[in-house]
C-alpha cells in the first residue's frame, strides 16, 4: 500500500493512501462515459425536438451548452465538488495539496492547464509515466500544482464528521480546556484516529496528543494516546452541545 504522509496547517502528521494508476485510469474511462452520455443526451434532443434548423441558426448554442462544458468539466468538477469528478467520485479517490488542506483554485488551475501535456499532446503518456514513477504518485501536473491524489471515503460517512455517540446526562467531562479548540482542530483529531485505525501507526496519535498538551497546556491523564484523543473528541462534543 502507498501512504504519504502530510502535515496539516495544526502541524500534526496524517497518513493518506495515494490513488494508484490503476484508480486514475478507471476514473478517466468513467468520466469518459459520463461527457459521452452527456453528449448523447443533447443528440437525442436535437434529434427528436426537430430543432436542427434552430441549433444551425443559432451555432453558439452548441458551443456554450455542449463544447464548454466538456473543455472545462474536470476544472469545474474539481473546484465545486471537493477535488472530485463523477469519476474519481466513483472511484472514491480525490485532489488534494500536500500541505494536507484543499487544493486553492490556482492549483485547480494549474494542474487542468497541463492535462495538455498530460493527456491530449502525449496520447495520456507522460501522465502514465510520472504517475508510475513518481514517489507520490503524481502526474506532471500535480507536481508543478502541488498536489497529488488519494483514496478517501465519502464525505457523509458518520465515522468522517465530528459526531460521537451521546454522552450520558452524568458525563464528567475531563478535560474542560478543549472548548477552546476549534471545530477544524477536533476534525483534525477525528482523522487522527481514522488513521491510526487504518494504518497502525500509532505514533501519530502520540504527535497529536504532544500538540494538544502543548497548545492547551493540558496533561494526558490515561494509559495511551488514542484513549486521550477519544476523551478529548468527547469531551469537546458534549460541552459543544451544552452552548
Given amino acids: 500500500m502507498n501512504t504519504i504522509k502530510i502535515t496539516t496547517s495544526q502541524n500534526i502528521d496524517l497518513e493518506y493512501e495515494l490513488g494508484s494508476l490503476g484508480d486514475r485510469v478507471l476514473g478517466r474511462i468513467l468520466d469518459g462515459l459520463v461527457l459521452g452520455a452527456?453528449?448523447?443526451v443533447f443528440a437525442?434532443?436535437?434529434g427528436f425536438g426537430n430543432i436542427g434548423d434552430f441549433i444551425g441558426a443559432n451555432i453558439w448554442l452548441i458551443v456554450v451548452v455542449i463544447f464548454l462544458p466538456?473543455?472545462?468539466y474536470d476544472l469545474l468538477c474539481e473546484m465545486f465538488l471537493n477535488g472530485q469528478s463523477f469519476g474519481?467520485?466513483?472511484m472514491s479517490i480525490k485532489v488534494i495539496s500536500l500541505n494536507g488542506g484543499q487544493p486553492t483554485y490556482s492549483q485547480y488551475l494549474t494542474r487542468w492547464i497541463f492535462r495538455l501535456v498530460d493527456f491530449s499532446l502525449s496520447g495520456?503518456?507522460?501522465a502514465f509515466i510520472t504517475v508510475a514513477v513518481s514517489?507520490?504518485?503524481q502526474r506532471l501536473g500535480d507536481i508543478i500544482a502541488g498536489t497529488t491524489l488519494v483514496k478517501t471515503k465519502a464525505r457523509t460517512h458518520i465515522d468522517d464528521t465530528l459526531y460521537v455517540?451521546?454522552?450520558p446526562v452524568d458525563y464528567k467531562v475531563t478535560y474542560p480546556e478543549v472548548i477552546n479548540l476549534s471545530d477544524g482542530d477536533i476534525q483534525i483529531v477525528k482523522e487522527v484516529l481514522n488513521n491510526v485505525r487504518r494504518s497502525g501507526n500509532t505514533m501519530l496519535a502520540a504527535e497529536a496528543q504532544q500538540k494538544i498538551e502543548n497548545v492547551l497546556k493540558i496533561k494526558n491523564l490515561h494509559y495511551d494516546s488514542m484513549?486521550?484523543?477519544q476523551v478529548i473528541l468527547a469531551d469537546y462534543n458534549h460541552l459543544a452541545s451544552q452552548l
Fill in 38 to 40: 452527456y453528449c448523447l
Fill in 124 to 126: 495520456s503518456l507522460v
Fill in 70 to 72: 466538456i473543455f472545462f
Fill in 165 to 167: 455517540q451521546t454522552a
Fill in 44 to 46: 437525442a434532443i436535437i
Fill in 227 to 229: 484513549s486521550f484523543l
Fill in 88 to 90: 474519481k467520485k466513483i
Fill in 135 to 137: 514517489e507520490k504518485k
